[in-house]
C-alpha cells in the first residue's frame, strides 16, 4: 500500500469510568446482561486458530466462583496438534502482519477499545463479573477503563517509538532506525485476575507488527473469548493471534522449545516464571533463531508502612479497599502492614468499624464489595494460612477468618496481628483477603523501615503513609527498592495506564513497565539504517598523506 502521508495517533485520554448508580440506565442495562448470561449458562467456547474456532472435544469448564454449582462455561483446550498449527499459521500471517501500514493496523486495536467501551460494555462486565468474582466497580475498571487504555495508549507509544530517530546526520549522509517486530511469535500467558492483562499481553507485541499465541486462564475463559471476538470484528487478521485455552504444562513444553519463539509475555506466579526462564535458558541459542525477549510480572507481599503522624482515618480506609478489594486477588493487594504501637489502638478500632460494614455476596448482586475467590484450589491455600496462623504463638486472627465453600468459594475479609515480623503470613504471598500487622516502637521508625526492606523477596508495591515531611523523605529514599509502584499517603494498589506504569522487582519480575512505551520496546528489534549520498574517492585517510 503506497503511503502519501506521516499521519498521526489520537492523543489518548484515561477511559472516564462509569458508576452505575442504582436507577440508572447503565445499572439497569448491566443487571439484565448479568441476569441474562445466567439463564444462558454454560456458554461454549471453542478455541480460535488462523481466525476459524476449532472445536476437539477435550473440554474444561470455567465455574461461576461465587455459585461454584453453575457452570459459566465449557470450552476447548489445545493439544500439540493443534498448538503445532497455530504456530505455522501465526508464521503465516506474520509475514503479511508485520508488512502493514502502522496506521493500518493501529486503526485494528484503536476501533477494538470503542467496540468494547460501546457495543459490548455490557458483555464485558458480565463476563468478568460472574467469570472472575468481581464486584461492578472492578469490572468497570478492569475489563472497560483499563483494557480500552491499554490499547489507545499502546498504540500512541508504538507511534513515539517510530518516531525515535538519530539527531545527528553529518553532511552527506541520512541516519535511520526501523523498529522491526521480532522474528518469530510471541507466547502471552495470561492470569485470572484482570480481564485487561488477558487483552494487553498478546496485542501489545501484535501492535508492533509481531504474532502472538495467547494462553488464557483457565479461569478468565468466557471474558477473554468476548475480547478475542472483539478484535476479530475490529478487523485483526486472521492468525495475528491464536486463542488457545489449555494445559500450561502442555502449552510451555511445546512453544518454549520451538525454534520460532521470539518472546514471553508473561503475568502469574513467580514459581512459572522461573520454569519458563530456566527452560529458555535451556535451550538458547541451540534452538531459537534469536535470543527471546521474556517479560514477566508476577508476585508481591505489598505493604503500608504507617508513621505515627499518619491521618488514621485515610489509613484505615485506603487499607480496606488496598487490602480487600477484588478478595485481595490482585499483585498489587496490600497484605502487611507496620503500624507504630502508639497509634494502635486507635487505627484497629477504625478497622475494625469499617470492615464490619463489607458486604459479602454474588458478584452480580451491586451492593457488594466482596465476593468470593476464584477456585477451589485458591480458597484451601488461603484457608490453610488463616489456620496456620491460628496456631502459631506469635499470631493472633483479630479479625475475620471464617471460610466457607458451601455456595462459593468466600473468605472472609482477615486480619492477623503478629509479633512475628518474619512470621509466614508477613512474607509469603497468600493472594486473598488477608492483611498481617506488625506493631513497631515509634522510636524505631529508621529500624523498621529496613525491616520492611529485608522481609520479603518481592519488589513490586508498597505505601508510606505521613504528614511529617522528614518521616517521609526519609522513607521514599529508604525503600526504594522495595517496590517497583510506591505510593506516598494512598493505597499499595490502583495504577493507571498512563500515569503510574506497573511493573516490579525483585521476585516480582523484571520491571518491564505495562501501561508504558518500556513495556512496548520489548517488542521490537531496532536496525540502524546509514544511507551514504557522497561517493568515496580515495580510500587513503589523511594522516596517511606525505608532508
Not at 503511503?3 to 458508576?19: H, M, Y
Not at 460472574?130 to 468497570?140: M, S
Not at 448482586?365 to 496456631?391: C, L, P, R, W
Not at 475479609?413 to 506488625?438: A, C, D, H, Q, R
Request: charge should be neutral; aromatic fraction near 10%; proline fraction near 5%.
Amino acid at each position: 500500500m503506497a503511503q502519501f502521508s506521516r499521519f498521526l495517533i489520537p492523543v489518548p485520554t484515561n477511559q472516564p469510568c462509569w458508576n452505575y448508580v442504582p436507577g440508572t440506565e447503565s445499572a439497569i442495562k448491566l443487571k439484565q446482561a448479568c441476569e441474562k448470561m445466567r439463564k444462558e449458562l454454560p456458554y461454549d467456547v471453542p478455541l480460535i486458530i488462523n481466525g476459524k474456532e476449532v472445536r476437539n472435544g477435550k473440554k474444561k469448564e470455567q465455574l461461576i466462583c461465587s455459585d461454584h454449582k453453575n457452570v459459566l462455561c465449557k470450552f476447548d483446550v489445545v493439544d500439540e496438534n493443534l498448538i503445532q498449527k497455530a504456530v505455522d499459521g501465526a508464521m503465516k500471517a506474520k509475514k503479511h502482519w508485520e508488512e502493514l501500514p502502522f496506521e493500518t493496523r493501529a486503526g485494528i486495536f484503536l476501533k477494538a477499545a470503542d467496540l468494547m467501551v460501546g457495543k459490548y460494555r455490557y458483555e464485558m462486565m458480565a463476563s468478568t463479573i460472574l467469570g472472575q468474582g468481581k464486584n461492578v466497580w472492578q469490572a468497570e475498571i478492569d475489563c472497560i477503563a483499563e483494557l480500552a487504555d491499554f490499547l489507545r495508549f499502546n498504540v500512541k507509544f508504538a507511534e513515539e517509538i517510530y518516531s525515535m530517530q538519530p539527531k545527528i546526520n553529518p553532511a552527506g549522509m541520512w541516519n535511520r532506525v526501523e523498529y522491526r517486530p521480532l522474528e518469530g511469535f510471541v507466547l502471552a500467558i495470561t492470569p485470572f485476575n484482570f480481564t485487561a492483562i488477558g487483552g494487553n499481553l498478546p496485542t501489545s507485541p501484535a501492535i508492533l507488527g509481531n504474532v502472538s499465541l495467547w494462553k488464557p486462564s483457565s479461569t478468565s475463559i468466557l471474558s477473554n473469548y468476548i475480547f478475542a471476538k472483539i478484535l476479530q470484528e475490529a478487523g485483526l487478521p486472521d492468525g495475528v493471534i491464536q486463542f488457545i485455552p489449555g494445559s500450561g504444562s502442555v502449552i510451555g513444553r511445546t512453544l518454549l522449545s520451538n525454534k520460532n519463539l521470539g518472546g514471553v509475555h508473561f503475568t502469574g506466579s513467580t514459581e512459572v516464571f522461573k520454569h519458563i526462564w530456566m527452560e529458555a535458558a535451556k535451550f538458547t541459542m541451540d534452538t531459537y533463531k534469536s535470543y527471546p525477549r521474556i517479560v514477566g510480572e508476577t508476585g508481591g507481599k505489598n505493604y503500608h508502612f504507617i508513621h505515627e503522624s499518619a491521618d488514621l482515618d485515610h489509613v484505615a480506609n485506603s487499607t480496606v479497599r488496598g487490602a480487600y478489594e477484588y478478595q485481595g486477588q490482585k499483585c498489587s493487594a496490600t497484605s502487611r502492614m507496620y503500624v507504630p504501637k502508639n497509634v494502635w489502638p486507635k487505627l484497629r478500632e477504625k478497622l475494625e468499624a469499617i470492615i464490619k460494614q463489607i458486604k459479602m455476596g454474588q458478584s452480580d448482586d451491586f451492593s457488594v464489595f466482596m465476593s468470593a475467590v476464584i477456585d477451589k484450589a485458591s480458597f484451601d491455600n488461603i484457608k490453610n494460612y488463616i489456620e496456620g496462623a491460628k496456631k502459631d504463638p506469635d499470631s493472633e486472627v483479630i479479625i475475620g477468618g471464617k471460610c466457607d465453600d458451601s455456595v462459593g468459594w468466600f473468605v472472609e475479609p482477615t486480619v492477623i496481628l503478629t509479633k512475628n515480623p518474619k512470621s509466614k503470613t508477613m512474607v509469603e504471598e497468600i493472594f486473598g483477603p488477608v492483611l498481617t500487622i506488625y506493631l513497631y516502637d515509634p522510636d524505631k521508625y529508621e529500624e523498621t523501615l529496613d525491616l520492611c526492606d529485608n522481609t520479603s523477596e518481592y519488589g513490586l508495591c508498597g505505601a508510606i503513609f505521613a504528614q511529617e515531611r522528614n518521616a517521609l523523605d526519609y522513607a521514599v529514599k529508604r525503600l526504594r527498592n522495595t517496590a517497583g509502584n510506591f505510593y506516598i499517603n494512598d493505597k499499595s494498589t490502583g495504577s493507571v495506564v498512563g500515569q503510574q506504569p506497573f511493573g516490579g522487582a525483585r521476585a516480582s519480575g523484571n520491571n518491564q513497565k505495562a501501561g508504558a512505551i518500556i513495556n512496548l520496546l520489548n517488542w521490537c528489534s531496532p536496525r540502524s539504517i546509514k544511507e551514504n549520498f557522497v561517493p568515496l574517492t580515495d580510500f587513503r585517510y589523511p594522516h596517511m598523506g606525505q608532508k
